[in-house]
């Protein structure tokens, strides 16, 4: 790991614009204190009432002092998740979107396809560090994972897959210790405007 913060990537990695306290305390002071989140299940074969992997999220994120806005189920169809996705982001409620499912390569798999043209910024590191950890419990297998995330309308969206161990290893392990930071960095500024920054990212992502 002594590499991993090579050719000046230590600074950036703790650079969040926020001065020499953004770690005092172990708290940054634009960290949000609860977060309201909407959950989104893409399954076409699935429903709310056989969903494990969302009740897991229902759980983990309430037992850490946190808030379910709203839980839909979506069809594995492209325009069904983008417009969830979209809609929910825009939420006032909402501090941030979940969805899990259709992050495969299966051809109905279409979850990051369907959000990436949304996203007004991407995270990269959460996909990265995702299947980081994932290998070590699947292996090579994690090569077929796409999990994704970044920002939509001024609110983190994650998309994880959908099988439950998945779910749990990007719930406890990467969304639950970061969300509060991720989502007061992603609301400054923008508590007051209804149309965000991120209004603009139906068309941000053009790589």
Known sequence: MSDAHDHGEEDDAHDHGEGDDAHD??????????????????????????????EYLVSA?????HEIA??????????????????????????AVVT????????????PEAVKGLFAKTL????ELFRRLSYEEVGTRTIGSRAIAG????TPVFCLPGS??????????????????LVGL??????????????DGETADTE
């Open 151 to 154: 920002v939509v309308s001024a």
């Open 61 to 65: 994120f309430e037992e850490a002092g």
């Open 25 to 54: 305390h172990g708290h940054h002071h634009h960290d949000a204190d609860t977060v309201s989140i909407a959950l989104v299940t893409v399954s076409s074969s699935r429903s709310l009432d056989d969903d494990p992997s969302g």
């Open 70 to 95: 709203v839980r839909e189920l979506v069809p594995d169809e492209y325009d069904s998740v983008q417009g969830a996705v979209d809609r929910l982001a825009r939420r006032k409620d909402t501090d």
């Open 186 to 199: 992603a609301g400054r500024g923008v508590e007051e405007d209804g149309d965000t920054e991120g209004d």
């Open 164 to 181: 439950e161990n998945a779910v749990r290893l990007g719930a406890d392990e990467v969304i639950l210790p970061e969300i509060e930071h």
């Open 124 to 127: 990269p590191g959460f996909g």
């Open 100 to 111: 899990t499912g259709g992050t495969g390569v299966t051809p109905d798999d279409v979850t």
